[in-house]
Every structure is written in C-alpha cells, then in structure tokens.
Nanobody
Framework: QVQLVESGGGLVQAGGSLRLACAAS????????MGWFRQAPGKEREFVGTINRSGGSTIYADSVKGRFAISRDNAKNTVSLQMNSLKPEDTAVYYC?????????????????WGQGTQVTVSS
C-alpha cells in the first residue's frame, strides 16, 4: 500500500509559478509510474502529466505542455510538478497518483493510489 501526500499549493497571480511536491511512503517508489491530475469545481478529473519509473520520460497534456514539468527523485521518494506561466484556468485541486502498470496512461483508472490533493488558485 502506497501513501501519497501532496504539498505546495496556494494562491498565485496569473503568470506566476508554483512547485508542487508529492511524498510517497509504504512501497517501493521506483516501481511506480507517477502521474499528476487536477480537478476544478464541477469538472471531471483531468490528466496533467506522467513520468516513468526512472524519470527519463514524461508525457503532458496539451493544455500544460511547455509550461509544466514533472520530475522525480527515487532516492527521496518524491515527485514534483513545476508549474510556470500559470493561468486562471489552471485553478484546481491537484492530485498525484501512482500506477503499478505501464507508463503513459492519461486515464485516472490506470492509477492505483492517490493523494488527498492540494489546492492551486490562480488569480487574474
């Protein structure tokens, strides 16, 4: 059983940056592909990006490509989401998730463990 805890959310002005972190415990972190998702009020959970087990490959949603970057540190059991050039439409609760299966899925159903989420609010 893997436990995930996100941190780093907050309020930022449009054009600003935030860095989210997700700390994992209870499993062998390097065995999991990791993903970031977000959910705005009244909307479905949306794929943001994913990183493979080694950290050598990433995939991003078109809406964040070029602005967001995912990295991981397997020695510290953490995965991060660097968010730059933030827009009001990036406002959401952000979740990290761990997948035992293959890397590359954008479907929430492919992920086995989830954090509790952290709120990101971008003001215009």
């Amino acid at each position: 059983q893997v436990q995930l805890v996100e941190s780093g959310g907050g309020l930022v002005q449009a054009g600003g940056s935030l860095r989210l972190a997700c700390a994992a415990s209870g499993g062998i972190f390097s065995r999991y592909a990791m993903g970031w998702f977000r959910q705005a009020p009244g909307k479905e959970r949306e794929f943001v990006g994913t990183i493979n087990r080694s950290g050598g490959s990433t995939i991003y949603a078109d809406s964040v490509k070029g602005r967001f970057a995912i990295s991981r540190d397997n020695a510290k059991n953490t995965v991060s989401l660097q968010m730059n050039s933030l827009k009001p439409e990036d406002t959401a609760v952000y979740y990290c998730a761990a997948a035992r299966g293959s890397f590359g899925s954008s479907s929430p159903r492919s992920y086995d463990y989830w954090g509790q989420g952290t709120q990101v609010t971008v003001s215009s």
